[in-house]
């Protein structure tokens, strides 16, 4: 009788307490409307890269990715390379973070001539205060003027871009990115806004 009384207890309970679903966990972290935080972060060329520095003045991208030099980051770093042109005109600051280390994006920049600012987060702090997740690191090798080069990461963050207005506000974020059309849709959101 009494152990018939907990599990009836036991099934009343678990339908009125709610239970996070993956769908639910992976939509945790920031929301539209939220303060950008604050984070400091090193570049490509070894210098810290301050978004309270930043705010206020442009309209800032912030897109997450997982490896430099692989396919689909490449496409994504890319595209906000041949849009920047257009961005700029915007007054648009763009933001690549992954967990390389800053050896590692110094030759994605180069091997892909890009034109913005990328940052290394090879322990997922700052991508730990967007939200988004963060998976163990890894290593991959390229063979870039003909030499294999390695690459290493220290995490390997999930693709997010997130949009933040001049008052640091967020404005649009994607969790769901396609690296080819990263930077168009982006465009269309800041067309919007400014227009």
Not at 34 to 48: C, H, L
Not at 149 to 159: D, N, S
Not at 160 to 173: E, W
Request: charged share 30%.
């Amino acid at each position: 009788m009494r152990s018939s009384l907990i599990f009836t207890l036991f099934v009343f309970v678990s339908f009125f307490i709610p239970v996070k679903s993956l769908a639910q966990h992976k939509e945790a972290g920031l929301k539209i409307g939220d303060d950008m935080p604050s984070f400091k972060a090193t570049d490509d060329y070894g210098d810290t890269w301050d978004s309270d520095k930043a705010k206020g003045r442009e309209i800032l991208v912030i897109y997450f990715y997982p490896a430099a030099m692989t396919e689909g980051c490449t496409k994504q770093a890319s595209s906000y390379r041949d849009d920047m042109d257009y961005l700029e005109g915007y007054d648009v600051e763009v933001v690549g973070i992954s967990g390389d280390y800053p050896e590692g994006l110094r030759i994605f920049r180069k091997a892909n001539n890009l034109n913005y600012t990328l940052l290394s987060d090879p322990e997922g702090k700052v991508a730990k205060l967007f939200g988004v997740p963060v998976k163990k690191g890894g290593e991959t090798e390229h063979e870039i003027n003909g030499k294999k080069v390695k690459l290493k990461r220290g995490v390997t963050l999930e693709r997010q871009t997130f949009i933040v207005d001049k008052n640091g506000k967020i404005i649009y974020i994607n969790r769901d990115v396609k690296p080819a059309e990263d930077s168009q849709e982006v465009l269309k959101v800041i067309e919007k806004i400014v227009d």
